[in-house]
């Protein structure tokens, strides 16, 4: 298909046009979803910001953030933008940037998938970059350089001696070439190479995709030496809010979480190792506020380099970190507490300002967004829901795409087939996290309602009312006047993992009912 030379001048007389007459969302997306018809000059660059186990707790723009957080140049971009009050890009590190690179959900990976999409942006007309967490690899050497990547500083998390370098003393993969230290405080320096990649761009006639992902502020939390003691030890700074649920017993949870807890009550006070729960959850907000600054100081030089205007921003996190809730420290389970991540899109040239999206979305529903964007014919089959509508229309009421949004954790397994064999085999071991009791699980989040099926024998469902109990605290899944409910999201839930390909459902036990 040519390109279609068109100016957004008379795009927006049609616009105003669609609106009143009610054609103004077939319009856009039969424009938009028309593959290679941007005009080169009109096909917005893209950031996409990913940071590690960062909560959306940890960004003052949330109502949910702890009130003494301060994150400025983030919420800078929730007012220019919009702000997704649900969203769910990942489960856990590895994952997540499966997700990401491929744009398809964990069990629809595995060997097949031999290529990142960014392959697909750079072979129609996009310059390609990215530095960072890398993480996911599809061979031991395989960084995509020269292949997805025009500009690559990448750290390779998975060598020997890199796996707590997250702040300091890392070292990295440039364009391609052998592993050289990066220098500095790993935050500080992956702001500095954007903002060199970025410089290049300017004025230049391409457009260009690139991928920011931080090691902050995953764990040992280090913040720079100039935020060390912003709150922690600060008398101006209020002791955390502790999680009602902290230590169990927990009625209505799963087995496994009952009465698990990673924190000892320390004389009332929840602790690992001697240190408190909020000694820890300040030392890793303090650990953000680098990211913050990192924000404010890459999006100053896109204003600089006159590339603002036409550059989509996104700014999110692999997955969310629990403190203290349900008695977890991480992420992976599938609770808000652990899985929400921040997620702000900004685009003032086409997109609302300051505005606020409730509707669920996930990590593959962002790559899929990119290629609508973009005018980029995907290579290979995409997993996510379109986000276009929604983005026109953050605040519309009701139902945007017939596709629920879905979530998955299947452990260390990334094909249908290896799940599959699994359940047929009941060999349940593998189907759950060896570094505590977490079993693989689907989940489907609709509305004010989030369901959860774990992948295994012996486990009950959960539902929950996230507008009613937002800690999920109360499993509905076993009262009885919601068995009705219960059942129909449980169809409605294997019904779209169906839809997606995960053949497995069908070899699920029967749910467990108390």
Known sequence: MKALAISWGSLTRVGAWARATGWGSFLWLSWMTAPGSLDAAERPNILYIFTDDQSYR??????????????????????????????????????????????????????????????????????????????????????????????????????????????????????????????????????????EFIREQAGQAQPWYFWLAYAGVHGPFTPAERHQGRYLGNPEVPESKRPADVFGPRPGKPRHLRDYSRWRDDDGTPAIKGVSLDEHVKLYNEAVLAIDEGVGRITRVLAETGQLENTLIVFTSDQGYAWGHHGLRGKINPYDA????????????????????????????????????????????????????ILLEPGRDGAWTEEPMIQTYT????????????????TWESLVYDKNPMPAYLMLHEGRYKYIRYIGE?????????????????????????????????????????????????????????
């Open 58 to 195: 940890t960004v003052s723009a949330y109502p949910r953030s702890h009130r003494w957080v301060k994150t400025p140049h983030i919420d800078r971009l929730a007012e220019n933008g919009i702000l997704f009050s649900q969203a769910y890009i990942g489960a856990k590190c590895v994952p997540s940037r499966a997700n990401a690179l491929t744009g398809r959900h964990q069990f629809n990976i595995g060997k097949r998938t031999k290529r990142y999409w960014p392959e697909d942006f750079r072979q129609q007309g996009y310059t390609t970059g990215m530095i960072g967490k890398w993480h996911w690899n599809l061979g031991t050497e395989y960084h995509g350089h020269g292949v997805a990547w025009d500009w690559s500083v990448v750290w390779d998390h998975n060598q020997p001696g890199e796996e707590k370098t997250y702040y300091w003393e890392q070292h990295v993969n440039v364009h391609g070439q052998e592993a050289e230290p990066l220098g500095g405080y790993s935050t500080d320096v992956y702001t500095e190479r954007t903002i």
């Open 338 to 389: 652990s899985l929400r991540s921040p997620l702000i899109v900004c685009w003032p040239k086409r997109f609302p300002r300051g505005a606020v999206c409730a509707h669920p979305v996930n990590g593959v529903d962002l790559v899929r967004t990119f290629h609508e964007l973009a005018g980029v014919e995907p290579g290979m089959a995409l997993d996510g829901r379109d986000l276009t509508p």
């Open 411 to 426: 452990v260390h397994l990334y094909d249908n087939p290896s799940i599959e064999d699994r359940i047929r085999t009941r």
């Open 458 to 514: 012996d486990y009950i469902e959960e539902l929950y009312d996230l507008q009613e109990d937002p800690e999920e605290l109360r499993n509905l899944a076993l009262e009885g006047p919601f068995q009705t409910q219960l059942a129909d999201l449980r169809g409605r839930t294997l019904d779209a993992f169906r839809v997606k390909g995960a053949a497995f459902v069908d070899l699920l036990p029967p749910a467990k009912t108390e």
